[in-house]
């Protein structure tokens, strides 16, 4: 298959806010390679180590790239990728030397595996006070659930999400991402910053524990709050039953919007657009609350008015009016989306004459946006580079370690 025609970007400089901190990752598959990717975004060199056969992540298609694949390739760039045997104990002697000279160690083993090759915080912090050690597993180190393996699925169901997402009539649906991963990972990496910034006042590294599950359940605050408050059970309605009165998908014409009026001033404003100010001065509308109370007649009465012309020119009356609204689009209409396009959020980057498509940080610093310092590895790709600069081993000793197929 071809990628999508983007502009290829050259290999430029990361943010350098990380610059000098060393990240061993030793993850898999999604949630924990994000962290780290989100971390290497922002300046800090990682090193990936993989076991023989790869991470997980690298057999994940079709489709595949230049035989590589796309999921592996969204969340790796900027790694430097050294495969290692440390199952062995020649392996975790090598992994030991890395550690040693590293800030940061994530890994997304469950804890018994974790412990069995001394990969642990306990183990790894011995003699090492100013390692921060991130662990990413699915339902966290301790508690009766810790040694279950889990994936994102498993934790969406587990968080509530799925039984919200959908409509009544159809069984619960999973979120159209791997949302529990993402989250995590962000979670990761921004504990690993935090954890960063104490240590530069104290010296001491730490423990961090994250887990997948209660990252996707954090990101359900407000559902669970709210059942926690009120000991009302929402259930899953195809997005139509917010808080706000009337924040949902409609009609028109031709393609379906989405609408969310989110405070009195925007009611206003979306009754003057349609040329009907009455209804924004009726007295049963006048706030959020009353209009929760006639949602159903108010929903129809947009619904029949949406209805009469196509998207795109409610779309640019809305915007006019400064009304929340937008398409729903499907994934090659966000790439597509001219917005976006000139942020800068799609881009490729050149690998040996091949054009890896990636999807940018999304965060500017001093108005510059982060494109990839490198793309993602290869296999083993930096192994022996690593041997060299990172471990100053010599040229026989890295012979050896090829030769008993520890690298």
């Given amino acids: 298959m071809n990628s999508v025609d983007l502009a290829i970007e050259p290999a430029v400089s990361p943010f350098k806010?990380?610059?000098?901190?060393?990240?061993?990752?030793?993850?898999?598959?999604?949630?924990?390679?994000?962290?780290?990717?989100?971390?290497?975004?922002?300046?800090?060199?990682?090193?990936?180590?993989?076991?023989?056969?790869?991470?997980?992540?690298?057999?994940?298609?079709?489709?595949?790239?230049?035989?590589?694949?796309?999921?592996?390739?969204?969340?790796?760039?900027?790694?430097?990728?050294?495969?290692?045997?440390?199952?062995?104990?020649?392996?975790?002697?090598?992994?030991?030397?890395?550690?040693?000279?590293?800030?940061?160690?994530?890994?997304?083993?469950?804890?018994?595996?974790?412990?069995?090759?001394?990969?642990?915080?306990?183990?790894?912090?011995?003699?090492?006070?100013?390692?921060?050690?991130?662990?990413?597993?699915?339902?966290?180190?301790?508690?009766?659930?810790?040694?279950?393996?889990?994936?994102?699925?498993?934790?969406?169901?587990?968080?509530?999400?799925?039984?919200?997402?959908?409509?009544?009539d159809i069984e619960p649906q999973k979120v159209g991402s791997p949302a529990a991963d993402m989250l995590a990972g962000a979670d990761a990496a921004m504990a690993v910053l935090a954890a960063l910034h104490r240590r530069n006042a104290t010296g001491q590294g730490c423990a961090l524990d994250i887990s997948l599950t209660e990252s996707m359940i954090r990101f359900m605050s407000p559902r669970i709050v709210t059942y926690m408050g009120s000991g009302e059970v929402p259930r899953r309605s195809g997005g139509k039953d917010s808080v706000i009165a009337i924040y949902q998908t409609f009609e028109t014409a031709d393609e379906p919007m989405t609408l969310g009026i989110g405070n009195d001033a925007i009611w206003k404003r979306l009754w003057r657009a349609f040329e009907k100010p009455e209804v924004a001065e009726d007295a049963r509308y006048s706030d959020n609350a009353k209009r929760r109370a006639h949602r159903e007649e108010i929903v129809a009465m947009i619904q029949a008015i949406l209805s009469t012309r196509p998207r795109a020119d409610w779309l640019a009356l809305f915007a006019a009016n400064k009304v929340p609204a937008g398409p729903i689009y499907r994934v090659d209409e966000v790439v597509e989306d001219p917005h976006f396009r000139d942020r800068g959020v799609f881009y490729e980057i050149d690998r040996d004459g091949e054009a890896l498509p990636q999807v940018g940080l999304g965060i500017t610093v001093d108005g510059v946006s982060q494109h990839a310092a490198a793309p993602p590895p290869r296999l083993g790709q930096h192994t022996e580079a690593v041997m060299r600069a990172i471990l100053a081993y010599d040229e026989t000793r890295i012979a050896e370690l090829r030769a008993a197929g520890t690298i």
């Avoid at 997980?56 to 969340?75: I, K, M, N």
């Avoid at 199952?87 to 002697?93: N, Y």
């Avoid at 940061?104 to 390692?131: C, F, H, I, M, Y």
């Fill in 17 to 168: 806010m990380l610059s000098g901190v060393r990240v061993v990752d030793l993850t898999t598959s999604i949630a924990g390679p994000y962290a780290t990717m989100l971390l290497s975004d922002f300046g800090a060199e990682v090193v990936k180590v993989e076991r023989p056969g790869g991470d997980d992540a690298r057999q994940w298609g079709p489709p595949f790239l230049h035989g590589e694949s796309l999921w592996f390739l969204s969340v790796n760039r900027n790694k430097l990728s050294v495969q290692l045997d440390y199952g062995s104990p020649e392996g975790r002697r090598v992994l030991s030397d890395l550690i040693d000279t590293a800030d940061v160690v994530v890994t997304n083993q469950l804890p018994g595996v974790q412990r069995k090759l001394e990969l642990d915080a306990q183990s790894l912090r011995a003699g090492r006070p100013r390692l921060i050690h991130a662990s990413l597993t699915g339902f966290g180190l301790s508690g009766p659930n810790s040694s279950l393996p889990c994936y994102d699925l498993i934790a969406e169901g587990y968080s509530g999400v799925m039984d919200l997402t959908g409509t009544l």
